[in-house]
């Protein structure tokens, strides 16, 4: 009898190559002598027998750690290694290599990869809900009532989707199992149960009301806790408020996300708020208090220093937006609109007149006294 080959040099990989890349390597040559695209080539089966023994045993750690130390020996009866019979009948396709093929067939055949047994019962979906909610509702928190349609577990048959007084039974062909296998050539192909698409169970006498589902179409009503402080685009999950399961299998979650509409006063960056308040010329020149409003309902006081120029901003402190799972707040910024007075009677401009007359005497405009300075500088290095 020959000798064996060595399994690293039959794969194509270095000792110390990582599991990745021998699945790498090894897939790569089984999708290349796979009998199903070398119809008529012994050759080609008898490598695709090799690589598979040689991946098996790589694949496992204590296989491998065995075979690197007392290489095909290990595998022989008596062998140091322990580990019994040698050859490629010891490697069957209901152990490791299993997820390989899968991924090979869904490239060779057309197919997807291996589910696992489902099972009667098969958990719902979850579902998703748009809400959109207030500034005000953000920053206090609110309670807001819902109501969506959904599935729920049918109260004919508790879910079973049985008759009253029968039950499933488990299905013939597959066991319970949901999967059948099938020995096709060289290896054996697992696929959906037939009978009980997958399910496991047969349902001799279905329930009326649910058709053997074990679940109706109804219109749900929720309510919905919404905390202090939530942003757009957040979601709140509501375990087990999706859909009802098949068959008692367990209900999916409701996703429920948020959409904070826009303010007409208030523009938000996390839990600070901003706003624009304009004011009047006199105020800005003169200084003063004025009031603002606030998230929460309230107003505050806010001190204008005389000669304030637009576009000043005031803070106030701790009257922002409530921060999320916190007690704390944000704060307020409050940008200063100086607003050019319009629609000016006669007497008004008589005093406008007065006041600019008198401003051209007095530097009452450093800023723009100053930009006139930097003007003439400018146009006198120029010339």
């Not at 701790?318 to 999320?324: E, N, T």
């Amino acid at each position: 009898m020959p000798a064996k080959k060595d399994y690293y040099e039959l794969l194509g990989a270095q000792r110390g190559a990582s599991a990745d890349e021998l699945k790498k390597a090894y897939r790569k040559l089984a999708m290349q002598y796979h009998p199903d695209r070398n119809h008529g080539k012994p050759e080609a089966e008898h490598k695709f027998k090799e690589i598979n023994e040689a991946y098996e045993v790589l694949r496992d750690d204590q296989r491998r750690a065995a075979y690197d130390r007392f290489g095909h020996a290990a595998f022989e009866q008596g062998g140091p290694g322990g580990m019994g019979g040698g050859g490629f009948g010891d490697f069957g396709f209901g152990s490791g290599f299993s997820d390989i093929f899968d991924e090979m067939f869904g490239e060779i055949m057309g197919g997807g990869r291996r589910q696992q047994p489902q099972g009667g019962a098969q958990r719902g979906a979850d579902l998703r809900h748009d809400m959109d909610i207030s500034l005000e509702e953000a920053f206090a928190g609110v309670t807001k009532t819902i109501t969506i349609p959904n599935t729920v577990a049918c109260d004919g048959c508790k879910g079973s989707g049985a008759a009253a007084g029968t039950a499933p039974t488990e299905c013939g062909m597959c066991k319970g199992h949901g999967r059948v296998r099938a020995q096709q050539g060289f290896f054996t192909v697992e696929r959906t149960c037939p009978t009980c698409q997958g399910v496991g169970r047969v349902i001799h006498s279905p329930c009326k009301k649910c058709g053997g589902q074990g679940r109706v179409h109804q219109q749900r009503t929720l309510a919905v806790e919404i905390p202090a402080g939530v942003e757009d685009g957040m979601r709140i999950r509501l375990t087990g408020e999706g859909s009802a399961g098949v068959r008692g299998g367990h209900a999916g979650d409701l996703y429920v996300i948020l959409g904070i509409e826009q303010h007409k006063v208030f523009q938000r960056d996390g839990a600070n708020l901003y706003c624009r308040v304009p004011i009047a010329m006199t105020a800005a020149a003169l200084g003063g208090l004025i009031e603002v409003p606030t998230i929460d309902g309230g107003v505050a006081e806010v001190k204008i220093d005389a000669g304030t120029q637009s576009g000043h901003r005031a803070r106030i402190k701790h009257k922002g937006m409530s921060v999320l799972r916190g007690s704390s707040r944000g704060d307020l910024y409050v940008e200063l609109a100086v607003e050019t007075p319009a629609h000016l009677t006669k007497r008004q401009k008589e005093l406008l007149v007065e006041f600019a007359l008198e401003a051209e005497e007095n530097a009452t405009h450093p800023e723009s006294e100053g930009f006139v300075a930097r003007v003439k500088e400018a146009l006198g290095r120029n010339k």
